[in-house]
T-cell receptor, first 116, second 115 residues
């Protein structure tokens, strides 16, 4: 079974600075998807960014980018120019690309605090 | 477009009571999921369904049952609630083929407290 590990339970960053959240995963599959979700205090799960394993190019969405290292099974999230609204729980998630395995497997999350 | 709607949003149960959480989606998604979220544990899959009339166990299925009699609805039942089932429950849905924004849509969650 696939597992996702987020080794940083909590992180903090100063407003306007850059922070990187770590995620590693364990799988024997070669084709899969990786996601970062944001959960603010409202509890809503918001998709931040996703990456297909077959793509070598790292995904980018505005101030959010990933560093995808397939061989190392690492998928970190970089938040640039941090804003107060970025404060939230961040979850890394894995999904197999194989049919019949469309489950999202989540890490335990990283709580990000943004200091003004 | 309502997306995924969960009812109720909050509930307090006494130990031993039963209840059903309802999840409804209006996106014609084939797949539906129930997760629970506990502090420091992330989201863990309880049960899921890949189509009307089919269900399967996830990572933490004990103490829960599910039914998917209609494609748009996925019910999560607690037959005899226990304090260990105090949690926030999330429903999610996705299409069979992921495309575009990869289709996982989450409900807003149900906070359940068992006393």
């Amino acid at each position: 079974a696939q597992t996702v590990t987020q080794s940083q339970p909590e992180m903090s960053v100063q407003e306007a600075e850059t922070v990187t959240l770590s995620c590693t995963y364990d799988t024997s599959e070669s084709d899969y998807y990786l996601f970062w979700y944001k959960q603010p205090p409202s509890r809503q799960m918001i998709l931040v960014i996703r990456q297909e394993a077959y793509k070598q190019q790292n995904a980018t969405e505005n101030r959010f980018s990933v560093n995808f290292q397939k061989a190392a099974k690492s998928f970190s999230l970089k938040i640039s120019d941090s804003q107060l609204g970025d404060a939230a729980m961040y979850f890394c998630a894995y999904r197999s690309a194989q049919g019949g395995s469309e489950k999202l497997v989540f890490g335990k999350g990283t709580k990000l605090t943004v200091n003004p | 477009n309502a997306g995924v709607t969960q009812t109720p949003k909050f509930r307090v149960l006494k130990t031993g009571q039963s209840m059903t959480l309802l999840c409804a989606q209006d996106m014609n998604h084939e797949y539906m999921y129930w997760y629970r979220q506990d502090p420091g544990m992330g989201l863990r899959l309880i049960h899921y369904s890949v189509g009307e009339g089919t269900t399967a166990k996830g990572e933490v299925p004990d103490g829960y049952n599910v039914s998917r009699l209609k494609k748009q609805n996925f019910l999560l039942g607690l037959e005899s609630a226990a304090p260990s089932q105090t949690s926030v429950y999330f429903c999610a849905s996705s299409p069979r083929v992921l495309q575009g924004n990869y289709g996982y849509t989450f409900g807003s969650g149900t906070r359940l407290t068992v006393v």
